[in-house]
Structure formats: C-alpha cells, structure tokens
C-alpha cells in the first residue's frame, strides 16, 4: 500500500521545547522558577559596538612604550576619605549566605591584589572579607541583617542598595537551604527558614527621605565614607538625577544582566534595560546636572571583558562592576565539574540554581564540603589575574585611540554594528553618521 | 553638672562631634540640647555611656544606631527614631511618628505617647515600649525583640512575623499574615512584667495579649499562596 505523503513534524516557535519544558515544570510543582544570575535572553550589548581606533585624524599611543593611565577616584563629591582604585573595575556586591566564606574570601584577595575593592551583600559584614579587601564597600540593604554602626565605621565606603538590575522593584529570597546557624546568626533568624530580603528600605520613601538617610549615616561615620547609591536600570535618566539629589557621592547603575543570587525568572527576564541602554540616559541626567565626573558612575550587568569595560567608559562611565564574571574566575561553572552539574540536571554553563546551595565548585553555597574544594587563596590569584587582563585589554583599546587615561575614551571613539545598539548608545551606526534619534535628522 | 549646646547657634555637625566624643570617652556625662526645632539625625551614633536630655522635638533619625546611650526626647520625635539602636535606652515624652525603632537590635526605646505606623518595622531584638497607641503594619516582619502596647493597635499587626513578642492591653484593629494570638504562659508574663518596670509603665502584665508568629510562611508552600 502506498504511504500518504506526510510533512516533516514542525515544531512551534511559540510553544518551543523550552517553553513546554518550563510549562510542565510548573504544572508539577504549582511555583514559578527560582534561579540565580542575569538576564540569559539576547539583548543589545556592548558586542554591538566596535572602536574606531586612530587614523588621519588622530595618531595612537605605543602599547608598551606610551602610559595610559587606569585609576581612578570614587566618592569626591561630598565624603572626607574618597576612594582610590587602580583600577576602574570593581567586584559588585554578593552577600555571605548567598556565596561562600571562601568565596568571600577570595573576592577580598583577588581585589586587594588588583587595587580595586569589593562590597558586601545582604547578611553583613564578615571578617573573612574585611580581613582579606584593602577597600571595603558595605551595602545598606532593606532588610538591613547585621547592619551595625561598627562595621559601617570599618567600611571604606557604603552603598545604599536601592535596586538592582536583575530585578528593579524587586525583594530577594534566600531559601532554607543555605540558611546555616553562622548565617542566621548574622541574620537574627531561625536556621533553616527562607529568608525574605524586603523590597523596599524600612525606615524611607522617596528621594527627599533618602536624603535625610545618607545625612544620618554621613553624621554616623563623620562624613569619611563616600555614599554610593545602587539602583537598576528601571528610568536611568531620572533614578540618577534623583540619587543626585538625594546626595550619592557614587551611582552604581546595573543593567538587567546584572546577576542575582536567587530571584523568579519572570522578573530577571522581563524586568529593566539592557546595560547598554542606560548609560546614555544616566550620563545625560549627570550631565544635566553639572555632575558628570564630580559624582562618579559605576556602571555593572554584563561586564566580561577588557572591551566590554573599554566601551562602558567611552560611553560616560567612570568605573564598572563586576559579579558573575568574577565568580566564573573563582571557578564557577567549570567544566571540569560537568559530572556533577549533570547530575544536577544541568550542565557546566547553564548551572544557574545558585539557591539551592549545592554548588559542585564550592562557591554558591554554604555546604561544608563543597566549600572545601575552594581555595581561596587560588582562587584569589585567579581573579587577579583576570582583573589584570580586563585592564590590559582596556589599556590596549585606549591607547588606540590615542588616550593616555582610560577616562579619555569617549563615544567618539565608537559606532554601532546594529540600528538597536546604535539607538541605545546613541552612536553612529557603522559607515554613516547618524544613529536612530539623532537630533537633526 | 550638665553641658548645654544650643542647636540656635550651633551646627548639627559640632553638636553630633561633642556627643560622639564624648561617649566614645565613656565619661558618662550629661548633655542638654536647647532649640532642637526638629532637627534631623541629632544625637544618632553615639558609642558609649552619656546622657542627653532633648529638649523640644526632633526629626528623622534621633538616637539613631545608638550604643550605650540615654537619650531623652523631652517632646515628640519624628520618623525613624531610635533606628537600627543597639543598645541603651531612648525615651521619648511625646508622640513617635512611623517606623519608631526600625530594625532595632537591642536596648529599650521607651514612647510615652502613641507611635505612627510601621513602629518596630524589622526590628532584630529591641524592646520597645509605647504607652499610647501604635498604627497600622506595626513589627512588620519583626525578626526578635519585644513591642510592648498599652493602648491599641492598628491594621494588620505583626505581618509576616518572624520570632518578635507582640503584647498588646487594648485592641488589635486586625492581625497581618502569619501572626496569631498566642499563650500567655509565665515566662511571658514574667518578660512584661520587667519591661513594664523598666519603662515605668502604669499596667499589669496579666491585662495584655500576646502575638506571634503562626510559622505557617516560614519555608514556601504553594497552599499558602493566598496569604501573600
């Protein structure tokens, strides 16, 4: 009998096998998915930019004869005791709880060992990090765990946590599994319980609010620690503007690759801006203001290579932060861990369920075993080493546009591969001179 | 033998320096504060054994992170006082305005009026004692501590309660999730019976009710969906 011809089977772009996936995953167990990181989506990035380097119009600096400088200063606005980097890259915030005491620890060394500095996270300050960072950051979060006046004495700076780029408007969840006895110690809660980070600060609202908060903390720590304000990139132009007024020495801007330990999918992919496009917005606000370079931006979400951090400054940025790379150069995601993560149901890479607390690497989890297979000392150097390189790549792109500071870059210097990242970093899209939304055209 | 520094003629800065100074001294000395005219963030800080008597009412943030200290507000105080205090004892003769004692890890924050809304919001093992009345969203996922009430309180007390002791003489307008009436058993009554004293309040422990966590929001659960 002759067979009917049939089409070959068609699977739905709409209803794709990970869509299904996430569908059945959720008819079984009635929550939405928990996972660690940024945004995993395509979104315009810095990939999408490319420097022009020098030609006619302007000549380049030799790469190992020519200075270029790479410090930079955080926090001269209004505090006592700014902070000096040697480098414009920073480790973002990550709490203890979240990460490791190796982790912490190796972050701390890494840092020290490259001139920058590091920053705490929800759950307080641990000596593990104060003993190992030459410049500390404390975060003042909404939920405040372990929040003293001593330790935001100790601190080189501190950072109020009003969002983050993962998930603006959003609280977190540390969940029963990584909530040992040293950390809900630090916390003043039972162990074992899921621990809510609020989304909102207990004791303000609003920026005319806020400003009184940082004159507290300003008469608390006698006006020496630069006061940092972290927001999401939600409305950049006007949450900068607003920081401004509220009195931040610093503004960390983090775009929606920025990593988290543990939120809900739906919000770390359909929550905020991309990275690239809220630079722009937050340069102009400061620009607006007479502020840009007196109050200094620190642009994180995304960052992972010396290109990436060259291209955020040429754009405005004073500095950037970095998390999830950081923890890929401590060990995270390794494959040489692949076993394990399969039997995680996962893969190195993709292993995202930082909550869980059963990080084959040692470094997103609270499991006395796993966390021995960190050295922190190791793991330090190898995030020194990667800070080192992020720096030679900066420099080297610099220098080819003919700058001896890395602050001298400027968006001049770029264009755009794409329309959208031509909008975004309002940049000439290659071959033209004109961007989408270019006055006059 | 008291210092007075008048806030009519010196700067917030000056008078914060003095009292930071001095109780880092630990020299237990008395100041008085004249003109406070409700300025913010006076007397917050302080590390050490000292006493300031306010006189007049203040802004945000009085006494805020206190150690050690006695301060006294000889008037009404405004949001936030007290917050993140450590330990000592801040007494305020008026009225407290929202989130009195936010995130409080110890000491006694003692208000003889009423407090605002969202008083003893987080706190994390401060006892607070308000002879009036507090408002609505009141030990807001309070972790540890004691909020003692003579009066009555307002919407949705206690929500999303951690371990805090809630006790309350008059009437709770209504309960916020996961919080519940609980036992008044000896131990309570004995706690009450010493932070009544401390505050020098007029009542006995046997008048108040007692409110805690039920532990049903603790670890997430899809049956509790609603509660959220």
Same mark, same amino acid.
């Given at each position: 009998m002759?067979k009917t ?6 699977q739905?772009?709409t209803?794709s096998n990970s ?8 008819a079984?167990?009635?929550?939405y998915?928990?996972r660690?990181?940024?945004a995993k ?9 490319l420097f022009l ?13 020519e *200075?270029?400088e ?6 001269m606005r209004?505090a006592k005791?700014?902070i000096e980097? *040697? ?7 990550m709490s !203890?709880?979240s ?6 620890e190796?972050l701390?060394r ?8 590091t920053?705490t ?12 960072s ?5 975060q003042?979060?909404p939920?405040r765990?372990?929040m003293n006046?001593?330790d ?5 700076a501190i950072?109020?946590?009003v969002?983050q ?10 969940l029963?599994q990584?909530i040992?006895e040293?950390?809900?110690?630090m916390?003043?809660?039972?162990v ?9 600060h ?10 009184? *908060?940082i004159l507290?903390?300003?008469e608390?720590?006698n006006?020496e ?5 972290k927001?999401?990139?939600a409305?950049p132009?006007?949450d ?11 503004i960390?801007?983090?775009g ?5 330990a ?7 992919e359909?929550?905020?801006q ?9 340069v102009q606000?400061l ?18 290579t ?9 754009l405005?940025?004073d500095a950037?932060s ?5 923890l ?11 076993a394990?993560?399969n ?8 292993y995202?369920?930082?909550h869980?607390g ?8 609270q499991d006395a075993?796993?966390m021995?297979?960190l050295?922190?000392?190791a793991?330090?150097?190898?995030l020194?080493n990667?800070l ?5 790549e900066c ?8 700058h001896?500071h890395v602050h001298?870059?400027?968006p001049?210097?770029l ?11 309002q ?13 006059? !055209? | ?9 010196t ?9 930071q100074?001095a ?12 003109n ?7 007397a917050c ?7 300031v008597?306010?006189k007049g009412s203040t802004g945000?943030?009085c ?17 936030g006082?007290a917050?993140?205090m450590m330990s000592?004892v801040?007494?305020?003769e008026g ?17 003889k ?8 919001i987080s706190m994390?093992?401060?006892d ?10 009141s ?10 009430v ?11 309660l951690?371990e805090a002791?809630l006790?309350?003489r008059?009437?709770?307008k209504?309960l916020?999730?996961d919080?519940?009436e609980?036992e008044?058993?000896p ?14 309040a007029d009542a006995?422990?046997?008048e108040?009710?007692?409110y805690g966590?039920?532990?049903k ?5 899809i ?6």
């Open positions: 002759d011809p049939q089409t070959e089977p068609r739905s772009w209803f869509i299904n996936s996430e569908i059945r995953r959720a079984d167990t009635g929550i998915d928990i660690g990181g940024g989506r395509r979104v315009p990035h810095f990939d999408d930019l380097g020098a030609s006619m119009s302007r000549y380049p600096l030799e790469g190992y004869r *200075k270029c790479t410090s930079v200063t955080l926090g209004f005791k700014p980097l *040697k480098i414009p890259i920073t480790i973002a915030g !203890f709880g990460l490791s005491g190796p982790a912490k190796a701390g890494g840092a020290s060992m490259a001139g920058t500095s920053t996270g929800d759950g307080g300050m641990t000596e593990e990090e104060r003993g190992h030459d410049k500390l950051v404390y003042y979060l939920s765990y372990g006046p001593d935001l004495r100790r601190a080189d950072e109020i946590v969002g780029g993962a998930k603006p408007g959003g609280g977190g969840m540390l029963g990584k040992t040293r950390v809900a110690g916390r003043d809660l039972p074992g319980i899921d621990q809510r980070s609020a989304c909102r207990p004791d303000w609202t609003g920026p005319d609010d806020l400003e009184i *908060k507290e903390l300003r608390i720590t006006w620690k630069p006061i940092y304000i927001v999401g990139g409305r132009y006007y900068v503007a607003l920081a401004c007024k509220a009195g931040a020495d610093v960390v801007l983090d929606m690759q920025g990593g988290t543990a939120t809900q999918d739906v919000f770390i359909h929550v905020g991309p990275t690239l496009a809220c630079i722009r917005p937050a606000a620009q607006d203001l007479g502020l840009h370079r007196e109050v200094q931006l620190v642009v994180s979400g995304g960052i992972r010396g290109a990436d951090v060259a291209k955020a400054l040429a405005g940025a950037v970095i998390g999830t790379a950081a890929v150069a401590l060990g995270d995601n390794d494959p040489k861990w692949e394990e993560y039997k995680l149901g996962t893969t190195a890479g993709a995202d369920d930082w869980e059963r990080d084959p690497a040692g470094i997103t989890t075993e796993l021995k297979r050295d922190p000392e793991a330090g150097r190898k020194r990667y080192n390189v992020l720096t030679l420099q080297t792109l610099a220098r080819a546009c003919g001896n001298n870059l400027e001049e210097d264009c755009a591969l794409t329309m959208e990242a031509a909008a975004m970093a940049v000439p899209l290659a071959g033209t001179n004109w961007y989408p939304g270019k006055p006059g !055209f | 033998m008291s210092t007075t520094l008048d806030m009519a003629t700067e917030l800065r000056e008078v914060n320096t003095m009292l100074t109780a880092k001294a630990h020299a237990n000395e008395n100041y008085i504060i004249t406070a005219r409700g300025s913010h963030a006076m800080g302080l590390d050490g054994p000292l006493t008597n306010v945000y943030y006494a805020g992170m206190n150690k050690d200290a006695t301060i006294i507000v000889e008037g009404s105080a405004g949001p006082v917050e993140n000592g801040v007494t305020i009225d407290a305005s929202q989130y009195a004692g936010a995130t409080g890890h110890g000491g006694l924050l003692n208000i009026g009423n407090a605002s809304s969202r008083c003893g994390k093992g401060i607070i004692v308000v002879h009036g009345n507090i408002g609505h969203m030990a807001f996922m309070a972790q540890k501590g004691n909020l003692v003579l009066g009555d309180a307002g919407d949705a007390l206690g929500d999303s951690y002791r006790f309350v008059g009437t709770v209504s916020g999730a919080c519940v609980k008044m058993r131990e309570h009554i004995e706690i009450l019976k010493e932070l009544l004293e401390k505050a020098g006995r422990p046997e108040f009710k007692r966590s039920a532990r929001l603790y670890n997430f659960n049956d509790h969906a609603d509660a959220y």
